[in-house]
């Protein structure tokens, strides 16, 4: 199991920036992928940026050239700065770490969510 905690997440101005952090731990799972998803009132969640444990990245098409998703695997920790925020961006961003834990004798996958942070962008 992993556990997830977000941090960042904020009410910003259009225009502005926010980063976001997630932390992940738990020593039973192998983390392949961390991301963030975001849901707006609504709306279904939908991925807005990944990252894998290699660096391979791929962002929803509204935020490629304002957001960057980058990874410490280390710290498994990923975080998602934002910049240029519109107020089409707003939502509850979710951190979304996908992995393996050993059940069994075996590997099995595991996805794992986080508790969400609120982002808010105002005009």
């Known amino acids: 199991q992993v556990q997830l905690v977000e941090s960042g997440g904020g009410l910003v101005q259009a225009g502005g920036s926010l980063r976001l952090s997630c932390a992940a731990s738990?020593?039973?799972?192998?983390?392949?992928?961390m991301g963030w998803h975001r849901q707006a009132p609504g709306k279904q969640r939908e991925l807005v940026a990944q990252?894998?444990?290699?660096?391979?990245?791929n962002y929803e098409d509204s935020v490629k050239g304002r957001f960057t998703i980058s990874r410490d695997n280390a710290k498994n920790t990923v975080y998602l700065q934002m910049n240029s925020l519109k107020p089409e961006d707003t939502g509850v961003y979710y951190c979304?770490?996908?992995?393996?834990?050993?059940?069994?004798?075996?590997?099995?996958?595991?996805?794992?969510w986080g508790q969400g942070t609120q982002v808010t962008v105002s005009s």
């Open positions: 979304k770490a996908d992995g393996v834990t050993m059940a069994a004798g075996t590997w099995a996958p595991v996805t794992s």
């Open positions: 990252i894998t444990i290699s660096g391979n990245t």
């Open positions: 738990g020593s039973r799972s192998r983390i392949n992928a």
